[in-house]
Structures are given as C-alpha cells and as structure tokens.
C-alpha cells in the first residue's frame, strides 16, 4: 500500500521569500506523484505532476517539484511566493501501471496550510 | 456545466436522519470518484464509478454508505443512520476515462455535520 506523508501542517512566510513544501511517500511499487492545491473556498486543482521523464516538473505559475527517487520525495518549491498563493496544499500518490477497472484511486496526505503574508 | 457541481454546500443531519450529496460531474466525463475529508486531514476514497458501474468501493467505512450513479452522469452518496463520525467535507471528483491517471477534477464539496 501507498501513503504520503506532509510534515509541516503549516507553513507561515512571507511575500517574496521562498517557500519549499515537503511531501515524502511510501510504496513498493512505482508510483506517479501530484501536487494538488485548494484555494480559500474552492475545490481541490491539480497544480503539478509527475509521471515519467525529468525529475523536475512545473507548473504555470512558478511551482516546481522535484521526484527524488532514493529520498522518497516529491517536495514542492517556489522561489517567491506572492499573497494569491495562500492556500491548502495537498500532495498525492497514485501507484503506476495498469489500473484494470480502477482509476485514479489517490492517497492524499493531510495538507500543508501555506500562509503569505505582506 | 463548466465544472463539477456538489449540493448541497452544507447539511446539518441530526444522529439517525439519512442523508443525500449530490454530484454532477463535468459532462463526458466517464470517471467518477467520491472521497471524504475530515478535519485536518487528506481526502480519503470512498468509492469509484466508470460510467454507472461502481468498480470499487473498498473506501466505504460502513454499509450505511451507498453510491449510485444509474444513468452514468449524476452521482449520489447516502448515508443512512447519520453518526457523528460521519461528519466531513465529501468530495466528488471526475476524469476522463483515458486521461492521465490521477488527473482528478473537484466539486467544491458538501460539507456534512451530524449534531
């Protein structure tokens, strides 16, 4: 089975300062790895993920995330951070391969509360 | 519409009383998920539909949860004999069928207090 793991529950910076996000993970199996982010009174959105190729995906927005294979990570960065990111982050796995009948069954970790302030 | 709807919003159950969520999902989309989040924790699967067949529903906590979605587009969770534990933000979600894996559209949830 899988399961992720966020360590900070929140995250306090403030505008313009750098922030990085930890997600680490668990499985015997090859997983594919998300970032899912939910702003104050919206659903969950994808933000980034990765699947196969480089180690270090984007997103439109100046996220990025690195896969650490050895390390069993997925941490989540952003050089500068403004007031809109403020938000709930959420990082998730989902093993690789052939899902048969079920896809896209994603563990979720419990969240990562990021706070920018002026 | 242009994204998946949920209703209602918010739902004030008494212990005991069976309630009703409601999902639309995006249209075409052949995946449906539902997933519960309590308090400060992840969302959590519930269960999973392709079209109006429910091939996994190993996240169910209890059999006072059943999911439908007979038509293969609206979905509904009941609960029946609401419990406090019961009480959490549930999440409905939908995909394309042949879309990247993990790649999960959300409603904005039907939050759930049982009194």
């Known amino acids: 089975a899988q399961s992720v793991t966020q360590l900070d529950s929140q995250v306090p910076v403030f505008e313009e300062a750098p922030v990085e996000l930890r997600c680490n993970y668990s499985?015997?199996?090859?997983?594919?790895l998300f970032w899912y982010v939910q702003y104050p009174n919206q659903g969950l959105q994808l933000l980034l993920k990765?699947?196969?190729?480089?180690?270090l995906v984007e997103s439109i927005n100046g996220f990025e995330a690195e896969f650490n294979k050895s390390q069993t990570s997925f941490h989540l960065r952003k050089p500068s951070v403004h007031i809109s990111d403020t938000a709930e982050y959420f990082c998730?796995?989902?093993?690789?391969?052939?899902?048969?009948?079920?896809?896209?069954?994603?563990?979720f970790g419990k969240g990562t509360k990021l706070s920018v302030k002026p | 519409g242009a994204g998946v709807s949920q209703s209602p919003r918010y739902k004030v159950a008494k212990r005991g009383q069976d309630v009703a969520l409601r999902c639309d999902p995006i249209?075409?989309?052949?995946?449906l998920f539902w997933y519960q989040q309590a308090l400060g924790q992840g969302p959590e699967f519930l269960t999973y539909?392709?079209?109006?067949?429910?091939?996994?529903k190993s996240g169910l906590p209890s059999d006072r949860f059943f999911a439908e979605r007979p038509e293969g587009s609206v979905s509904t969770l009941k609960i029946q004999r609401t419990q406090q534990e019961d009480s959490a933000v549930y999440l409905c979600?939908?995909?394309?069928?042949?879309?990247?894996?993990?790649?999960?559209?959300f409603g904005e949830g039907s939050r759930l207090t049982v009194l």
């Open positions: 979600a939908s995909s394309l069928a042949l879309g990247v894996p993990g790649e999960l559209f």
């Open positions: 499985s015997s199996v090859s997983v594919y």
């Open positions: 990765y699947l196969s190729g480089s180690t």
């Open positions: 998730a796995v989902i093993r690789s391969g052939n899902y048969g009948g079920s896809q896209g069954n994603l563990i």
């Open positions: 249209s075409g989309h052949v995946s």
């Open positions: 539909f392709q079209n109006e067949a429910q091939l996994d």
